[in-house]
């Protein structure tokens, strides 16, 4: 891996997500070894992708090179390696370009969809975890509206214009609100030859309300939301089969669609060779201490999504959020430092900052604690909150030019078909 030996401890930190950065900032410039590995060589802001997918952002927005982050850090190397084993009795990570020997290893390797064990759902639905799944959503929504112009029949055309979105938490909310704007906004513009109001938007969730992780007043204001913008809500409904073409459910409910898809959950992506107990079965993550160290080892620590710490508040581990894992990340940062130094370390305690979503032009929701808004004051807070999170300042203003380009023009700049999407196998 052409990492130089040296007399300073060595971490490695496998992940450049919002836990991994936050760690390897934290080490930077200190008397350690950082070595950072992802499989990609760039940090995604994935609360960002859906606008990727619905040709609102660039890719290159919400992306940024985790060279670029560590580069002005002494001691700290990156390697565009996955990781495919640890060997944790010779303290050694095996990947893809070579095996790597660790004093203290950091997984943060975050999620990856959960199909719940459908393999039909799984071959034929649209994932929307990273920039190449939501630039392959956003060739096939294109795709699929340039097909419906020439559909030779009404069913076929239908089909091409049912948009189903699996999942009503925030991804699958602030997707079908993109693509109702995109109904409005767009399609009349760009294809005058189709009637826009054939298109149509479905939500599918199984719990009774969309956004349960929020609060009433939010699921409330998001689903009025969503209705004002022609989406169809199928709450208490669950999708039981997908083949490319008919979407089933647990209810009367059936649809022809062309385009499925699926946000409805996320497992852990843990890397293999620990112990089978150090694992969540349900949830795949890590069991970690109130210290981030994994069950069982000493200097195995996990960040982020893919670990679960139990506490009062949060007996399942915490959510599955960005903050979650920044904090993290932060806080081991600070504490591997005081393990070396043989100082005590400091137990993690969660700052729940709120949460948010958006639902298209104007309108968000907001929990703040005790504070819960919606509409065009909670989009402002959404848009700065998105804005200032964004890494790199670049990013952030070439997404405030466009959000201001898009908001002033009810224009989405990005509707391209670069690399057109095709189904494998
Ligand atoms: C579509 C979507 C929308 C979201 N919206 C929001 C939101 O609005 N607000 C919010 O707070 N949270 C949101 N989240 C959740 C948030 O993005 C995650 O909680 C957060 O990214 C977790 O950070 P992490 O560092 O644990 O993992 P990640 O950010 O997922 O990073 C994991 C990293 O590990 C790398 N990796 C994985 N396995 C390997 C391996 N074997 N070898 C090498 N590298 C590996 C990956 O390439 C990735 O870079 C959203 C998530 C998604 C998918």
Partial sequence: MNIPESSLPRVVIIGGGFAGISMAKQLANKSIQVVLLDKHNYHTFQPLLYQVSTAGLEPDSIAYPLRKIIKKHKHSFFRLAEVTQIDATNNVVETN???????????ATGTK?????????EANSMPMKKI????????LILQNLEK???ASSEETRKALLNFVIVGGGPTGVELAGAIAELKKHIVPRDYPDLDAETMQIHLIESHSRVLPPMSEHASKKAKEFLNRLGVHVHCNTIVKDYNGNLVRTNSELQLHSKTFIW??????????????????????????N?????????NIFALGDIAAMSTDAYPNGHPQVAQPAIQQGMLL???????INGKPLKPFKYKDKGSMATIGRNKAVVDLHRFKFAGFFAWF????????ALVGFRNRVVVFFNWSYNYINFDKAARLIIRPFKKEG
């Fill in 333 to 339: 940062g600070k504490n591997i430092r005081c393990l």
């Fill in 97 to 107: 370009i070579g095996n790597l020997s660790y004093d203290y290893l950091v997984i």
């Fill in 263 to 288: 946000a409805a959950g996320v497992t852990g992506a843990p890397v293999h060779g620990l112990q089978a107990d150090a694992l969540m079965q349900r949830s795949n993550r890590y069991k970690v």
């Fill in 290 to 298: 109130h210290y981030n160290q994994v069950e069982s080892y000493n």
């Fill in 381 to 388: 807070v959404w848009m700065f909150v998105h804005l200032m």
């Fill in 148 to 150: 419906a112009t020439i």
């Fill in 113 to 121: 969809t959960n199909y719940f064990g459908n393999s039909t759902i």
């Fill in 132 to 139: 190449p799944q939501a630039l392959n959503i956003r060739s």
